[in-house]
Each structure stands twice: as C-alpha cells, then as structure tokens.
C-alpha cells in the first residue's frame, strides 16, 4: 500500500522540507547621507544620484575656483639701504600684498624684494625677476604697495603698462591707487593717472624753467657753472663780476662790432693770449654768449 504524505521519501525515509530562506532585513538609510533640500520626496536610487551629482558639483566648483585664481607676484622696494637694514618698510609693504591677495583670493606665487634700490630705472634684479615670470606665464599680474615703488618716471610706467598690461594678457595692480587693470575700468583708472602724472611733470617742469629765466634775468645763481665774467658771491646766490675776465668781453665785443666772424673773434683773442677757463682757445659758441651779454 502506498501512503501519501506532504514529504516525499527516500528509502523509506522521509525527505526534510529545505528551509526557508528569510530575507535579509533592509538597513534604514543614514539620515546624514542625504540633504533634504536635494533628496525630499524622491525614490532611494534617485535621491542617490542626486546627491552624488551634488556633491560632486560642489566639488567642481571648488576645483574651479582654485584653478581660475590669479597667480600673482608681488614686488617690493626701498630706495636706500638704511631702509632696507631696519626692514620697516619692507615688513609694512609684504604684510599688505599678503593682506591683499588673502582679500581677493589671489594665488600669491612669489615675493620679489629689491632692497637699496632707487626707481630712476627699470634695470632692477628683483623687477627683472617678476617681468622674466609674467613673459614665461608663472605669473599673471604684478601686485605693488604704490606704483611708486614700481617707477616714479611716467614714460617708465608707460612702457610699463604698453609691454606687459596692454593687451589685458596680464593685469598690474596697485594696493594704495587701488588699480587692477584685469578689467576695463581698472586700466582706464590706470591710463588716467599715467595722463595726471605726465601733466603734472611737465607743469613742474614748465613752472622751473620760468623761475630759472627769472633768476638769470636779475643777475642771480641758477647753478652750475658761473657764466663767464662772473664768480659766484660768498651768500651763494648772487654773481659778481670778475674784473680780469670782464676785459675780455670787452676785447671781444670790440672784435665783432669791427664785422668779424665769431671765429675770427676768438682767433683774435687767442693771439693775444687770452682764452678761456681751461686754458683753450674760445669756442665760438663761447665767443656768442660772451658778445651777447
């Protein structure tokens, strides 16, 4: 007789039901893995995308931000070497470009310091080291203190900035005038000062030519050497007139009145023995401005 069971037999034993498998238990997801702001209200597989591409968006940014940083080089300068001893002002001058580039997230990649050296030109090591890094791309801007300590000569800053900043390649910037030629408004400030500054130099220079012209038309010391004719008197700024050398005038100026040349004139004086301070005989030049007076 055959008995039917709900287990099958094997050799009259009967085969044990394989057991059941429970399913493993789901693990709550970690509230700290997702912001609410970007996961709420989607399904576990898309609020994991859309957290992965979050943060690697935040990422990216970061990287790009460090990436378009300007690379900058700083220059400083003082003009003596009792400055450059006591490093007063070349302490003041580094912690403002630090200062400055922390303020504008710059990458600071040098700091260049000539030390002693004066600004009447541009053959500088240290400024020839920062100009070497901005042709070679080290570096994209120059950071100074005050454009003075960069060039104090207008048409040297004009070189300047026509060589190096012009193109808008490479940007010049300037802590105390606040001038960062990587935009349009900064060069036109730039460009602006370069035109004040050229004026002004001329106008100095206009206003001392007027004050000398003076000076000499009164009979004073404009500096240099004293006219010939003339010594300088003991107070410094008045001319007196040298007897011995006032004869000569005289002999000169009777020459010419009789018609002939300058030339002819000193010639004429040299026979007689008499020349000029170095012991040579009168230039015509010399001979001019002595019959001018």
Not at 44 to 50: E, H, I
Not at 121 to 126: C, F, I, K, Y
Request: hydrophobic share 45%; net charge positive; with cysteine.
């Amino acid at each position: 007789m055959i008995h039917i069971t709900d287990r099958p037999e094997f050799c009259g034993q009967a085969i044990p039901a394989p057991a059941r498998r429970r399913p493993a238990p789901t693990a709550a997801p970690e509230p700290s893995r997702r912001e609410p702001a970007v996961t709420a209200g989607l399904p576990a597989v898309t609020a994991d995308v859309a957290l992965w591409l979050t943060r690697y968006t935040n990422i990216r940014t970061v990287y790009d931000m460090q990436a378009n940083r300007t690379r900058t080089v700083a220059y400083l300068r003082v003009s003596t070497d009792k400055q450059a001893d006591r490093g007063v002002s070349l302490e003041a001058q580094r912690a403002k470009v630090e200062g400055y580039t922390a303020l504008f997230d710059l990458e600071l990649v040098a700091i260049e310091v000539d030390a002693g050296e004066s600004a009447k030109s541009l053959a500088r090591p240290a400024l020839d080291r920062a100009l070497a890094m901005l042709r070679s791309g080290k570096a994209d801007a120059l950071l100074v203190v005050k454009l003075d300590r960069l060039t104090r000569s207008v048409r040297d800053l004009c070189d300047l900035v026509d060589r190096y900043f012009r193109d808008g390649k490479r940007a010049l910037l300037s802590v105390g005038e606040q001038v960062d030629t990587r935009s349009a408004a900064g060069r036109m400030v730039l460009n602006v000062m370069s035109s004040v500054g050229q004026w002004e130099r001329e106008a100095i220079g206009e206003r001392t030519s007027a004050a000398m012209q003076h000076k000499a038309s009164q009979g004073e010391y404009t500096g240099g050497a004293a006219p010939y004719g003339y010594a300088l008197a003991v107070d410094g700024v008045a001319l007196v007139e040298v007897e011995a050398e006032q004869a000569v005038i005289a002999d000169a100026r009777a020459l010419r009145a009789t018609g002939l040349s300058l030339r002819k004139v000193a010639e004429a004086l040299d026979r007689k023995g008499l020349r000029a301070r170095n012991g040579r005989t009168f230039a015509p030049a010399q001979v001019a401005r002595m019959v001018a007076g």
